[in-house]
């Protein structure tokens, strides 16, 4: 017969008594870091997914080490996973902390500099022995030397106490350990007052199979939880109330997810049948892996041997009347290129994803950038056009995804959606649409009865697409390929004139695109001192920031691009009611240099490469400049 722990006995009625005074917030920024061992990454999820189910409006931002298993207690092996909650809607996965739990000196050394002055500091006192501390290369213990005094600090020895709790279940030591995060768990839950059953149903369905598992994850929440209850160190705890959201039904989801959820409700909405093609490249993979658990809606997921293969088979599937879709990161789409060309010259509907990530060449493959917007405009050999939309947070890649593709079929062209490792692995609550409010996309094939004389291939409607006929049809027999075609005939053409017509035609096929965009956006006054043009990942901190700049009745407004090729038809319009043009990116100026030779306007570029988003305050600040020079 099991003994319960002496950590592990308060029950969740119990838990709801405690006598300890709760401090309202607003908003609280949390983040959890640790070895990539340490299962940071899953106490990071459980408790974002906690407080989506209490109503908190939030933001997540996931760090990965780049290394697939650096050495244990190196900083390039920390591993984090920062959650900003709140009463009211954010945009960010926020600043500076509010707590900080660090589960090794590595872990301390990486983030402390984030630990807002005052901040909660956690630390597991267990890991801090000699030998950590030089591979984090700290000279001193910080927990002894006086160096944390500015922050709140509450030294815990959670790997005794996991073990502990445990130790009535014959596990190793090591399989002991790995219950640690379970415990910051529980300690964290208690002190922003979150319910533990989602976690308690979450160690069911997951360690369900391996009883002793499930049970000592539980013994560790529970012990967690119970130290905040009975220590003397924490008195206080934090209470943040629900968000008044639009009413619906919501789930938490990350930028990949909701990419594969789109994709998946595109193929439906067009009655195509889902055909996605790709090869393992961080941070891509999880399109694939989300998708490969949706075949009973009749997705067909394909891991190629190469990129080559993955986007080739990819136009295939295309040509064959499939809803054909591939995706990749930077090295990646590199190789990519080719064929997407062929995919331009044959026109055919097909969606690439870019998951951008920091470079060039193998880079920092767990880090965020958008330095491949001027490689998807111009990145191919000869005159090659594609349309190019970016989301803006991770729950609009699920509409980005719809909007692809009612382009790719309206037009016939492949079309790049340009994510980035951020919006990716990052989240937030997501209201799931009834199936009645997503609009129907229409595909339409040519049939011999609609055939008046010999089939034309290359025969243009008004949107100067070309018919997508299914091979086999009766009558309707045609070839493509990356040889130049024929205007209307398409059969294989070398007349110079021909070829500048069809380079033309391609081009001015996507100029008109511009014709179905809605009127570009712009939140702020109609006109004024500056507007704020960004592009993707960058809307969270741009619109947090303007919203701070509004509060001190500064003149400024916020311009988010979704369809950077072409660009908003209006764009030109709303540029000349503003004296100042700033582009913030996390590139060296890719956008900027188009502000500036599309419109002739003496845009400022905002540049940040540092494997990181944007800051608020960095943005506030760089705004304020700008509005006090003029």
């Known amino acids: 017969m099991i003994q319960e722990s002496p950590l592990s006995t308060v029950g969740i009625e119990d838990q709801k008594k405690s006598e300890k005074p709760v401090v309202p917030l607003a908003a609280a920024t949390v983040r959890f870091c640790g070895?990539?061992?340490?299962?940071?990454?899953?106490?990071?999820?459980?408790?974002?997914?906690?407080?989506?189910?209490?109503?908190?409006?939030?933001?997540?931002?996931?760090?990965?080490?780049?290394?697939?298993?650096?050495?244990?207690g190196t900083k390039a092996g920390v591993s984090g996973f920062q959650v900003h909650f709140a009463s009211h809607p954010v945009f960010t996965p926020g600043d500076q902390l509010q707590a900080l739990v660090a589960m090794n000196p590595a872990a301390l050394a990486t983030n402390l500099q984030d630990l807002t002055p005052g901040g909660i500091l956690i630390v597991d006192v267990d890991s801090f022995g000699e030998r950590d501390l030089q591979m984090a290369g700290y000279k001193s213990n910080p927990l002894e030397d006086g160096s944390l005094s500015k922050?709140?600090?509450?030294?815990?020895?959670?790997?005794?106490?996991?073990?502990?709790?445990?130790?009535?279940?014959?596990?190793?030591?090591?399989?002991?350990?790995?219950?640690?995060?379970f415990f910051a768990m529980g300690l964290v839950y208690w002190l922003y007052d979150r319910p533990l059953e989602p976690t308690l149903n979450y160690i069911v369905e997951k360690f369900g199979r391996r009883p002793a598992v499930a049970e000592a994850n539980r013994r560790a929440l529970m012990a967690g939880y119970n130290y905040?209850?009975?220590?003397?160190a924490l008195q206080t705890r934090y209470s943040v109330g629900p968000a008044k959201l639009p009413p619906g039904t919501y789930r938490s989801v990350t930028g990949n997810q909701a990419l594969a959820l789109g994709l998946v409700a595109a193929s439906k909405l067009s009655g195509c049948t889902l055909f996605y093609s790709g090869y393992p490249i961080t941070p891509a993979s999880d399109i694939l892996h989300e998708l490969s658990r949706l075949k009973n809606f009749g997705v067909r997921t394909f891991q190629a041997e190469d990129e080559i293969a993955a986007l080739c088979s990819a136009i295939g599937a295309s040509f064959g009347g499939a809803m054909a879709v591939s995706a990749s990161s930077g090295p990646g789409m590199s190789l990519k290129s080719e064929s997407l060309?062929?995919?331009?010259?044959?026109?055919?509907?097909?969606?690439?994803?870019?998951?951008?990530?920091a470079g060039p060449s193998t880079g920092m493959p767990t880090k965020p950038e958008q330095a491949d917007l001027l490689f998807v405009l111009f990145g191919r050999h000869g005159e090659c056009p594609v349309p190019v939309l970016a989301p803006r947070s991770p729950a609009d890649c699920f509409q980005i995804v719809l909007e692809a593709w009612q382009i790719a079929v309206r037009y016939m062209t492949p079309v790049v959606i340009l994510s980035d490792a951020y919006l990716a692995n990052g989240s937030e609550p997501w209201r799931i649409p009834s199936a009645k409010s997503l609009p129907k996309i229409d595909v339409r094939h040519p049939s011999p009865?609609?055939?008046?004389?010999?089939?034309?291939?290359?025969?243009?409607?008004?949107?100067?697409?070309?018919?997508?006929?299914?091979?086999?049809?009766?009558?309707?027999?045609?070839?493509?390929?990356?040889?130049?075609?024929?205007?209307?005939?398409?059969?294989?053409?070398?007349?110079?004139?021909?070829?500048?017509?069809?380079?033309?035609?391609?081009?001015?096929?996507?100029?008109?695109?511009?014709?179905?965009?809605?009127?570009?956006?712009?939140?702020?006054?109609?006109?004024?001192?500056?507007l704020v043009i960004g592009w993707g990942s960058t809307y969270g901190a741009i619109a947090t920031a303007v919203r701070q700049l509004w509060e001190y009745g500064e003149s400024v407004a916020h311009c988010h691009l979704r369809y950077l090729n072409p660009l908003p038809k209006d764009l030109g319009h709303i540029i000349s009611r503003y004296r100042r043009i700033v582009v913030p990116e996390m590139n060296e100026g890719q956008l900027v240099r188009l502000i500036r030779s599309q419109f002739l306007v003496d845009a400022k570029p905002v540049n940040k490469t540092a494997g990181k988003p944007f800051t608020v305050g960095e943005l506030v600040s760089t705004f304020r400049s700008l509005l006090e020079e003029n």
């Open 151 to 181: 922050f709140q600090l509450y030294p815990v020895e959670m790997t005794k106490l996991t073990r502990l709790a445990v130790r009535d279940f014959g596990l190793s030591t090591k399989e002991a350990d790995r219950c640690r995060n």
């Open 35 to 72: 070895d990539s061992g340490d299962g940071m990454q899953l106490a990071g999820t459980q408790f974002a997914n906690t407080s989506a189910l209490v109503g908190n409006d939030l933001v997540t931002f996931p760090d990965f080490p780049a290394e697939i298993r650096a050495p244990r």
């Open 449 to 530: 009865q609609e055939r008046d004389g010999p089939f034309m291939p290359y025969q243009r409607d008004e949107n100067l697409a070309r018919p997508w006929a299914l091979p086999g049809t009766p009558g309707l027999m045609h070839r493509i390929g990356g040889l130049e075609k024929e205007d209307v005939t398409g059969n294989v053409s070398y007349d110079p004139d021909n070829h500048q017509r069809m380079v033309r035609l391609r081009a001015e096929k996507v100029a008109r695109i511009a014709q179905d965009l809605p009127p570009q956006t712009v939140e702020g006054p109609d006109s004024g001192e500056l």
């Open 228 to 232: 905040g209850m009975t220590t003397e």
């Open 341 to 357: 060309g062929l995919a331009v010259m044959v026109e055919l509907p097909l969606i690439l994803i870019d998951v951008q990530r």
